[in-house]
């Protein structure tokens, strides 16, 4: 990829960087380590440093970066990447300016799949890969926020409405297992504490992955409704924003936490996610 036009293809180019960052480590050959991370539209600066940050974390073998912007942040940001250690990195170019969403690897080629989704697709790219002989569709989402008055949710609902039509599909062509991750800018039913300003029609965008077949990976490790919050508002209260639903089979999970370092530190205004589960060997597939 040309760091410079977000074409999916070739590999990022270096040369802001006179010399590579000592690696983080080999990436796992038996375990998915996934990191969801809202980059917040960052400037190149802040882009270097989110870069560097996430180079250093161990779960971080692929990377799903949402809100990525469409200004100098974001050559910069997919250039740092490079820098530290992911060598394959699929995004879509937006047609006009928008945020968009980036998968980066650091071992596991990316292969682009189709996901159709027809309405901002550049917030929604997909992927397959393969981990320990298994093959895995990975979809990074980030879900429109929702938007100025004289344009209330417009965006917000027809991505969502998109998305809802295309998961069935991205599900029924793939028989390995299928992650779903991203800033939905949804909170689940029963979210704690509860805000009246979501309607119904943003939780049905919730239970729409879990209708599909897909369990969502942090609430399986924490049942406890009252904790995990990944964005905190000026008032202080947290909103669990940041979500990934996965199918079960052949994934064994271990762990699903949001991280606040990025967030202490000004990097994000959101916690990470990091995600980790155990890949079972499936039957070999071309």
């Known amino acids: 990829m040309n760091p410079r036009g977000y074409d999916a293809g070739s590999h990022p180019q270096q040369s802001?960087?006179?010399?590579?960052?000592?690696?983080?480590?080999?990436?796992?050959?038996?375990?998915l380590r996934l990191v969801t991370f809202n980059a917040q539209h960052a400037a190149p600066d802040r882009a270097r440093r989110q870069a560097a940050w996430l180079g250093q974390q161990p779960d971080?073998?692929?990377?799903?970066?949402?809100?990525?912007?469409?200004?100098?942040?974001?050559?910069?940001?997919?250039?740092?990447?490079?820098?530290?250690?992911?060598?394959?990195?699929?995004?879509l170019r937006p047609d006009l300016p928008d945020?968009?969403?980036?998968?980066?690897?650091?071992?596991?080629?990316?292969?682009?799949?189709?996901?159709?989704?027809?309405?901002?697709?550049?917030?929604?790219?997909?992927?397959?890969?393969?981990i320990g002989g298994q093959r895995l569709r990975l979809v990074g989402l980030y879900v429109p926020s929702r938007g100025p008055a004289e344009r209330r949710n417009e965006n917000k609902r027809a991505f969502q409405h998109a998305v809802t039509r295309a998961l069935p599909g991205v599900l029924a062509r793939f028989d390995g297992p299928v992650v779903v991750?991203?800033?939905?800018?949804?909170?689940?039913?029963?979210?704690?504490?509860?805000?009246?300003?979501?309607?119904?029609?943003?939780y049905d965008?919730?239970?729409?992955?879990?209708?599909?077949?897909?369990?969502?990976?942090?609430?399986?490790?924490?049942?406890?409704?009252?904790?995990?919050?990944?964005w905190y508002g000026r008032s202080g209260n947290g909103y669990r924003f940041d979500h990934t639903f996965l199918t079960t089979d052949?994934?064994?999970l271990t762990r699903c936490d949001y991280v606040h370092a990025p967030r202490?530190?000004?990097?994000s205004d959101h916690a990470a996610m990091a995600v980790a589960a155990v890949v079972a060997p499936g039957q070999l597939q071309p």
């Open 250 to 252: 052949r994934l064994d």
């Open 181 to 202: 991750t991203g800033d939905l800018n949804v909170v689940e039913p029963g979210h704690v504490p509860h805000y009246p300003v979501f309607g119904r029609w943003e």
């Open 16 to 31: 802001l960087f006179p010399s590579p960052p000592a690696p983080a480590g080999p990436a796992s050959t038996t375990d």
């Open 99 to 130: 945020y968009s969403t980036v998968i980066a690897s650091r071992s596991a080629p990316l292969e682009p799949v189709p996901t159709g989704v027809d309405i901002l697709a550049h917030r929604a790219p997909a992927v397959d890969l393969r």
């Open 60 to 91: 971080a073998d692929i990377v799903v970066l949402t809100e990525v912007g469409h200004g100098p942040g974001g050559p910069a940001l997919l250039d740092a990447l490079a820098h530290h250690g992911y060598t394959h990195i699929h995004a």
């Open 205 to 230: 965008f919730y239970r729409s992955f879990t209708d599909a077949g897909l369990t969502d990976a942090y609430r399986a490790l924490h049942p406890d409704a009252s904790g995990g919050h990944s």
């Open 264 to 267: 202490q530190h000004g990097l």
